[in-house]
């Protein structure tokens, strides 16, 4: 077995174990002491090249709660919106790109050719009906999968004061737990926020 291959089954095994046991897999790795040469940085092929991370999807019940919160409290901008009939896309992100002088028809060009877009998606009527009990958050059973998206801060603690006073939701503040260089907070619908400083070493 080559070395590549091996460093990588290490920690395939190791985020395995870490699932079983239901911890994080960033507190499992950084207490398991794992040592290795090999470089998990693998080569993009030509094939891969010009690929992207472009973004990731979260379902929401109210756009009136969620559009405010990561606006206002996190300081995305919308780059775009489209009503689908039965229900709507909301495509946000942050504007380190000048995406937000665009004209529409040019951000909706260019929202598909840059990297970390947050799509929120309403279906219509879920923020009026009584029944409705709401997105599980992928944090707890039943559906436990999806954990969290991350927002990098130039100062963490700066940042998590503005949350207290803006009445944010922490689900883990710098306070609490071992990893006092993060923090937790809750969007709308439950879903976790992980804020993290510019440099963090795991």
């Known amino acids: 077995m080559c070395l590549l291959t091996e460093g990588m089954n290490n920690v395939r095994l190791l985020l395995s174990s870490a699932r079983r046991r239901r911890i994080h897999p960033t507190l499992f790795l950084q207490h398991s002491h794992l040592h290795t040469t090999v470089s998990l940085n693998m080569p993009r092929t030509d094939e891969t090249s010009s690929f992207k991370f472009n973004h990731t999807m979260i379902r929401v019940k109210d756009p009136k709660l969620s559009l405010p919160f990561y606006m206002d409290t996190l300081g995305m901008d919308?780059?775009?919106?489209?009503?689908?009939?039965?229900?709507?896309?909301?495509?946000?992100?942050?504007?380190?790109?000048?995406?937000?002088?665009?004209?529409?028809?040019?951000?909706?060009?260019?929202?598909?050719?840059?990297?970390?877009?947050?799509?929120?998606?309403?279906?219509?009527?879920?923020?009026?009906?009584?029944?409705?009990?709401?997105?599980?958050?992928?944090?707890?059973?039943?559906?436990?999968?999806?954990?969290?998206?991350?927002?990098?801060?130039?100062?963490?603690?700066?940042?998590?004061?503005?949350?207290?006073?803006?009445?944010?939701?922490?689900?883990?503040?710098?306070?609490?737990?071992?990893?006092?260089?993060?923090?937790?907070?809750?969007?709308?619908?439950?879903y976790w926020v992980e804020i993290v400083p510019g440099s963090l070493k795991l």
């Open 78 to 190: 919308l780059l775009a919106e489209q009503n689908m009939g039965d229900f709507t896309l909301y495509f946000l992100g942050y504007d380190h790109d000048g995406i937000s002088k665009l004209s529409t028809e040019e951000k909706n060009r260019a929202r598909f050719n840059r990297e970390g877009v947050l799509e929120l998606t309403h279906n219509h009527g879920t923020e009026s009906d009584s029944s409705f009990q709401g997105y599980a958050n992928g944090n707890a059973d039943p559906g436990r999968g999806f954990g969290h998206i991350a927002i990098t801060v130039d100062n963490i603690e700066e940042a998590c004061a503005r949350f207290e006073r803006l009445q944010v939701p922490f689900k883990k503040r710098l306070s609490d737990g071992k990893m006092r260089h993060i923090a937790f907070i809750l969007d709308p619908d439950g």
